[in-house]
């Protein structure tokens, strides 16, 4: 096994599936966590022999946990890389017009905040042990543009218009809060913890206007995370090498 190990989540599609195809070109070891191993097949990693497939729902924390166990039997002596947190969900289609707050359902928001910060807090917890005995520790979770409270009170009526969900923007606001305290407890011990925008990328959760295709999005992400360390100050980045205000 190579001593580079890099675990990505979601990775049976668009920016998840994107990584997990470029680390595994470069020769890192991919633990590549699916829904089901079935929705993997026919992909260009499919048969690749560094990318190890583990089954995890992010709306189910049994599969998190046996997940994690999984992941120590194949890589137990620690992510030597880094822990891509793709986890997410933006649309969940129940009918309702989800971007008009006279109308939010409270199912659609448990949904968002349990998929998009709940999940990947958790399976990110449990890793720890395994992070701690890497080399990089670094920790990088997606966020997005619409977490910036800044940059949607300078965009109000454009978001409005597009219709920005806005329990998908608050829990992305909270998965940047959970990863700041991810940093300060962490960063002592040597970890480095990014929240980063992977750009508009094209893919189930956004199929109009502008956007990047997830290989570019991936490959910017890599270029953005790849020089950092724990000396570099906690920021939400964007995949262009940008800072976004928070």
Known sequence: MTSKV????????????????????????VIATVRAKAKIAGTAIACSPNVKFVEMDASD????????????MIAPDGVDQTGMCNLGVHNIGRGSDESDVKSLDPAELETHFKVNVVSPSYFTSKLIPLLEKGQSKKIIFISSVVSSQAVTKQNADFFTAAGVIPGYASSK?????????FHNQLKPLG??????????????????????TPEESASNVRGVVEPLSPTDE?????????????
């Open 6 to 29: 890099v675990i990505i989540t979601g990775a049976n599609k668009g920016i998840g599936l994107a990584l997990a195809t470029q680390f595994s070109e470069l020769g890192y070891t």
């Open 61 to 72: 924390y049994g599969t998190i946990d046996s997940a994690v166990a999984e992941i120590g």
């Open 173 to 181: 606001s909270a998965l940047n809060m959970i990863a700041l305290y």
């Open 191 to 212: 970890f480095t913890v990014v929240p980063i925008h992977p750009g508009v990328v094209l893919t189930s959760m956004y199929v109009t206007g502008p956007a990047i």
């Open 234 to 246: 906690f920021l939400l980045r964007n995949y262009d090498g940008s800072i976004l205000p928070w």
